[in-house]
C-alpha cells in the first residue's frame, strides 16, 4: 500500500492523521553560486534570483524578484517552482512564503516542494504560519537560548496534523475569512488592527488544534 493510501485510510478512520512534514513533503536547503556577482543576469535572459529583500511586509506570496541570475548560476543554486514553498532560516526566520514564480534560492532558504498528493497550498500555508509551528520551530533551533539558522533536518522532523481535503477546504475557508477582515481594516487604528490581528490568530490557533495520537 502506497503512503498516500495509508494517510487517506488513517484520515478516514480517525479523521485526522499526523505525519512528519517529510514523509509528505520534499525539503532541502537553497544553493548559492559563488562568487554571486559572476552570475548576475539581465532580466531578459536570466531567472529569478529570490531574496527576503524581495518579500513584501506581511506578504504570503513572492511574485518578482530584483535580480536575475544566469542559466549557468542556475545549475549551482537550486531551483524552486511556482506553488512550492520558502521559508527563511535566519531572517524572519521560519515565516512560510509561497511562490508564484519559478527561481532560483540560496543557501539562505529552505524550500518545501511535492506535498500536493496529500495536502492544499492555502492549508499548508496556514499551518506552517500557526504559532504551534513557529514556536516548535524556534525551541528546535535554540541553543543555549538564543534562536539559530533553521536547518533542513528541523523542518523535516515538525510533525503536522492533516484532516481530509473536505476538511481542509472548510478550514481554509474561515481562515481566508478572518484574514480578508484583518486586511480590510489596514487603514484603522493600531490598536484596532492589533486586536482583529490577534483574534485572527487565536481562531486560526484553535482551527489547526487536533488532538495528536495517532502518526503516520
Not at 544566469?70 to 549551482?76: D, L, S
Request: proline letters at 3%.
Amino acid at each position: 500500500m502506497k503512503y498516500a493510501d495509508v494517510v487517506k485510510l488513517l484520515q478516514y478512520v480517525y479523521g485526522v492523521v499526523f505525519v512528519k512534514l517529510s514523509g509528505i513533503s520534499t525539503i532541502v536547503r537553497g544553493a548559492s553560486p559563488r562568487p554571486i556577482k559572476n552570475y548576475i543576469a539581465d532580466k531578459s535572459d536570466g531567472v529569478h534570483w529570490i531574496k527576503i529583500g524581495d518579500v513584501k511586509p506581511g506578504a504570503k506570496y513572492i511574485d518578482s524578484t530584483e535580480e536575475y541570475i544566469t542559466k549557468e548560476g542556475a545549475k549551482k543554486s537550486r531551483c524552486v517552482k511556482v506553488g512550492d514553498f520558502i521559508l527563511s532560516n535566519s531572517m524572519s526566520f521560519g515565516r512560510p512564503y509561497i511562490l508564484k514564480i519559478n527561481g532560483c534560492i540560496h543557501d539562505g532558504w529552505l524550500s518545501i516542494s511535492e506535498y500536493e498528493e496529500y495536502v492544499l497550498t492555502d492549508y499548508l500555508y496556514y499551518i506552517l504560519s500557526s504559532t504551534m509551528i513557529q514556536n516548535e520551530m524556534a525551541k528546535r533551533a535554540s541553543f543555549g537560548g538564543a534562536v539559530q539558522n533553521l536547518n533542513a533536518d528541523i523542518v523535516r522532523e515538525l510533525v503536522i496534523p492533516i484532516p481530509a481535503i473536505s476538511e481542509q477546504k472548510r478550514i481554509v475557508s474561515i481562515l481566508d475569512h478572518f484574514d480578508k477582515l484583518c486586511n480590510d481594516i489596514s487603514d484603522g487604528l493600531p490598536a484596532e488592527i492589533e486586536a482583529r490581528r490577534k483574534q485572527y490568530e487565536y481562531y486560526r490557533d484553535k482551527l489547526l488544534s487536533f488532538e495528536e495520537g495517532k502518526n503516520a
